[in-house]
């Protein structure tokens, strides 16, 4: 079955800082991966995805970048954090490319930029 | 891009009632699938039901069922016989991975 984990669970940064969060995949090759940010109690804003290694799409321009060095690693990175990137980070994945594929999400990452 | 918009920010429900979430959606495909996911407070997303947009029947699964309405562009999403697990943030999304900006949902025991 597909996996996906995703770490670390909680980080604080302080402003300025590098940020680097790694999604890995489990049981299936060639997936679909999907970085969201999910500001406290809000809806999931799509950042980044991938249909392959070195594909990136991105969907809104802004402090960050994503990278996918290898078919089952998806990596969002900061050069600087702002404040405003703090919130809880997910990561996704659909495999097969059928169209009625689910997602499953890694268990997030909760980053406070202080 | 597809758009999806949850015009229900929070829903409140009587633990045994039933309640419908809301949906909306944009998209100029002809064949396509749309999803709820359910985020408890774990945070951990998981699938609740998914309906193709070919098929007239709605989707079903145990007390969860959607109210599709394809000209409508519209996918509601009814939970009967509530239960304190379901509160949760519910998403609606379309397969492109885009989803709406959830409804909170409180069941009151």
């Known amino acids: 079955s597909q996996t996906i984990h995703q770490w670390p669970a909680t980080l604080v940064q302080p402003v300025g800082s590098p940020l680097s969060l790694e999604c890995t995949v489990e049981?299936?090759?060639?997936?679909?991966l999907y970085w969201y940010r999910q500001a406290a109690g809000r809806g999931l804003q799509l950042l980044f995805y991938?249909?392959?290694?070195?594909?990136i799409s991105s969907e809104v321009p802004q402090n960050l970048s994503a990278s996918r060095p290898q078919d089952r690693q998806f990596i969002l990175s900061s050069k600087k954090l702002l404040l405003s990137d703090s919130g809880f980070y997910l990561c996704?994945?659909?495999?097969?490319?059928?169209?009625?594929?689910?997602?499953?999400f890694g268990q997030g990452t909760r980053l406070t930029v202080v | 891009a597809q758009t999806v918009t949850q015009s229900q920010p929070e829903m409140s429900v009587q633990e045994a009632e039933t309640v419908t979430l809301s949906c909306t959606y944009d998209t100029s495909e002809s064949d396509y699938y749309l999803f709820w996911y359910k985020q408890p407070p774990s945070r951990q997303m998981i699938l609740v039901i998914r309906q193709e947009a070919y098929k007239q029947q709605n989707a079903t699964e145990n007390r969860f069922s959607v109210n599709f309405q394809k000209a409508a562009k519209s996918f509601s999403l009814k939970i009967s016989d509530s239960q304190l697990g379901d509160a949760a943030m519910y998403f609606c999304?379309?397969?492109?991975?885009?989803f709406g900006a959830g409804t909170r949902l409180t069941v009151k025991p």
């Open positions: 999304a379309h397969k492109d991975m885009r």
């Open positions: 996704a994945l659909v495999s097969g490319g059928q169209i009625e594929s689910e997602a499953f």
């Open positions: 991938s249909v392959g290694i070195g594909q």
């Open positions: 049981g299936t090759s060639n997936p679909n």
